[in-house]
């Protein structure tokens, strides 16, 4: 039978940090707890004055705040001895693709701590790995039993994430459908589920009306709610619907100016920023800029905000410039190449940056002094750039010179007479 495979990050044997311990929690600490503390200690360690305490702060909270981290976690700080080496063993023969095994270990560990829920988790992943949806709904039963009722929520939410991550995407759906029914409201546990597994199965406008259906009405926002805004956001950009933008933000800022409480204005600020960061890394610097603008609107006075934003908003325009580059006529068409390929290549893999250059003919993307013709054009290129387009000049200015010089080597006494930097 063909088995299904998830991606699974690899276990450390480095020492674990006690991120309970940074926080100042308990290890079995509910999700409120854990938002509480972590929130008054960045009230007390903000990044201007303690970056080193900001940074295992948000590190730590980074983990405890998503239930599969945390769970990852937590099996390998608490499991000691035999149970730990079994687990350990367990995710080996998982990544090695030997289910059996797997379970076999699996259900060793689970008669030595059978309350366990990371253990169970661990067989209801493997359950699903060979198919099995049968063994993993009566694990996720057993999990839902022995939770605390203001964990219910989130086993539900854990639940319909592996099966979207193991491709189960209706049966997802159908655990999503079921909790929102269940805990109403905890709606902003399931959206960003709900849309990943929406958008597979193409249903995107149904995504839409769920997300407007879930909008708290105006004037009753708590800031909980912030999720679903940024849910309405990135559905938004996923679906392409850029002429509501303007809606929402002014829906969004409304709601921004009515939270009073520093610690909402730093836990919203918080999620906003993170949305930006995650485009950030992919080099998506105008979804980006969207996210920094409102986590900056509700926290204008910090600098380290302040000094993102600038330099977001510095990516955008040059982004910006790109595209006008690109649809310049009177410009060589490498020239916008060149300038992609450095602007993005802190952000994507090297697969993506070596489809920028497509069929690139050979004699373009030849070296110096293969072709003078082609390189008196760039030369003369880079002199136009500069001159139109400052911004992406002044920017990547030592890459422009170099290209420059390199090209110029090659030509003429004339030519380059004709083309020093005026």
Known sequence: ???????????????????????????????????????????????????????????????????????????????????????????????????????????????????????????????????????????????????????????????????????????????????????????????????????????????????????????????????????WLNAMIDLEKWSVKSTIQQRLRKFLRSVRDVEDKVAISLALLQEHDGYLEVGRFQEAEIFIDFAYYINPSDPELQAQRKETQQLMRLEKDIRRLERDQDAFPLLALYVREWLYADYWDDEDLEDLRGDLPPFLDGPAGQNLEIDQILAEGVLYLRKKYPLLYLRFQDEWDELFQERMQGLNREARRSMKFR
Do not use: C
Not at 9 to 20: F, G, T
Not at 91 to 98: K, L, M
């Open 1 to 231: 039978m063909e088995t299904r495979k998830t991606k699974r990050r690899r276990s450390s044997k480095a020492k674990v940090e006690n991120y309970y311990k940074i926080l100042g929690v308990r290890a079995n600490a509910n999700p409120k707890m854990i938002k509480q503390k972590y929130i008054e200690l960045v009230k007390a360690n903000p990044p201007e004055t303690h970056p080193d305490e900001f940074q295992q702060i948000r590190r730590a909270y980074e983990v405890l705040r998503d239930p599969h981290k945390r769970r990852e976690y937590d099996m390998m700080r608490k499991y000691g001895g035999q149970v730990e080496k079994i687990m350990l063993d367990t995710q080996r023969h998982i990544e090695a693709g030997d289910y059996e095994k797997a379970e076999e270990l699996v259900r060793q560990a689970i008669e030595m701590m059978p309350d366990n829920p990371s253990i169970r988790f661990t067989l209801a992943e493997i359950a699903l790995l060979q198919e099995n949806l049968e063994l993993f709904r009566e694990q996720f039963d057993l999990v839902e039993q022995q939770a605390e009722p203001e964990s219910k929520p989130t086993v539900l939410a854990f639940k319909a994430h592996m099966l979207l991550e193991t491709d189960y995407t209706e049966e997802a759906v159908a655990v999503l459908d079921l909790a929102r029914v269940s805990y109403p409201r905890e709606m902003s546990l399931y959206l960003g589920i709900y849309s990943e597994a929406y958008q597979e199965l193409d249903r995107e406008e149904d995504l839409w009306q769920l997300i407007l259906d879930s909008l708290p009405a105006p004037g009753t926002e708590t800031p909980e709610d912030i999720h679903i805004f940024i849910q």
